[in-house]
């Protein structure tokens, strides 16, 4: 049973565009998610998170929005560059259950095209 | 400083053989975690170790997988009787905290013949 889900296993997205990209969850517990980026031949870096008292935080060309009611969350990227392109992996994890390790959706990849 | 290290970086084996691989976490991160990244697959969990705990053995595919931490520093995953389907990058990963962001090393690209 997926607790987190990203049901877009590829997006394309035209350069200086804005790039979105979704993230469903089932675990009501969850209160603390996080967004890592991938390239090739590389292990995944943090890129943003957002705890669940919150419902944006932003960090430059990267905003993350977080809907609890629906158990979604987005993460925004304008403009969209070349270098953006990468997997995507959205993770939950809870602060209430302190030895709850974080759990990993199975990640999107994005394209920038030029 | 020092990240996540992970070695080797590569590694062909023969179906049957085993396979050791290691990790080298962020010093003073109680927490250690190792995934696998099959071909167009996402992050699959394996096992976490946190401090002197119990690890967390819920994500192993198999009794073939087994992996260790000694001394609350190094890790090791070792993978009996390799078969092909066990081809993947494995990846270790750090954190301070279980729960807080993770570092990943750059994983170790398993290839079995």
């Known amino acids: 049973d997926q607790q987190v889900k990203q049901n877009s296993p590829s997006l394309s997205v035209q350069e200086g565009r804005i790039s979105i990209l979704n993230c469903d969850y089932t675990?009501?517990?969850?209160?603390?998610f996080l967004w890592y980026k991938k390239y090739p031949a590389e292990g995944p870096t943090f890129l943003i998170s957002?705890?669940?008292?919150?419902d944006k935080n932003e960090d430059g060309r990267f905003t993350v929005f977080l809907n609890k009611s629906a158990k979604h969350l987005s993460l925004h990227i304008v403009p969209s560059q070349p270098g953006d392109s990468a997997v995507y992996f959205c993770?939950?994890?809870?602060?209430?259950?302190?030895?709850?390790?974080?759990?990993f959706g199975k990640g999107t990849r994005l394209h920038i095209l030029p | 400083g020092a990240g996540v290290s992970q070695s080797p970086s590569n590694k062909v084996t023969e179906k049957g053989k085993d396979v050791e691989l290691r990790c080298d976490p962020i010093s003073g991160h109680t927490a250690l975690y190792w995934y696998r990244q099959s071909l167009g697959q996402g992050l699959e969990f394996l096992i976490y170790f946190q401090g002197n705990s119990a690890p967390d053995k819920s994500g192993l595919p198999s009794d073939r997988f087994s992996a260790e931490r000694t001394g609350g520093s190094v890790s090791t995953l070792t993978i009996q009787r390799t078969q092909q389907e066990d081809s993947a990058v494995y990846l270790c990963?750090?954190?301070?905290?279980?729960?807080?962001?993770?570092?990943f090393g750059p994983g170790t690209r398993l290839t079995v013949l």
């Open positions: 993770a939950a994890s809870s602060y209430i259950n302190r030895d709850d390790k974080i759990i």
């Open positions: 957002i705890s669940s008292i919150k």
């Open positions: 675990n009501s517990m969850f209160d603390y």
């Open positions: 990963a750090s954190s301070s905290i279980v729960g807080n962001e993770q570092f």
